[in-house]
């Protein structure tokens, strides 16, 4: 009879820990996290291939050319490829550049919602609730 106990008992809390474990992961912050991740990764592969495809060549052709180096990732001095490390920082840069932009973009739109709402009626009546009663406080 204990046995049937501790068997049930290790059925049910291998049953709770799996229906823990799936309520975990089917919550929306999991899920939006894993979502953003994804798109970070394929984010960080079209800033990856604009610094290899476009501003390498564009920009830094001159100063690969001086270097007598075809890839920025060539660049090296005594074994140390700076190159490699110069291309990340350059990746870095646009990337956050980037998001810096989009969030900037999204705070402007919410600023502009948040005007075009205007305050609500019971926010208006409670700011002229308070000048009424600074308005009093100031002459007695």
């Known amino acids: 009879m204990a ?21 975990f992961l089917l919550r929306g912050n999991v899920v939006d996290l894993a979502i953003a991740v994804v798109i970070g990764a394929a984010f960080g592969t079209i800033i990856t291939s604009l ?13 690969l050319a001086a270097a007598q180096v075809d ?12 190159g490699s490390f110069l291309a990340a ?10 998001l810096f932009a989009i969030i900037r973009m999204f705070e402007r739109l919410k600023r502009t919602d948040e005007v075009e709402a205007g305050p609500t009626p019971t926010e208006k009546l409670d700011a002229t609730m308070m000048r009424l009663n600074e308005t009093l406080e100031r002459k007695l």
């Open 3 to 23: 046995n049937r106990q501790v068997r049930a008992r290790a059925t049910s809390s291998v049953g709770s820990f799996a229906n823990d474990f799936k309520d």
């Open 51 to 63: 610094i290899d495809d476009i501003i390498t060549p564009l920009l830094l052709a001159p100063a």
């Open 71 to 82: 890839d920025i990732a060539n660049l090296s001095y005594n074994g140390i490829k700076y």
């Open 89 to 98: 920082v350059i990746n870095f840069i646009i990337i956050a550049f980037v």
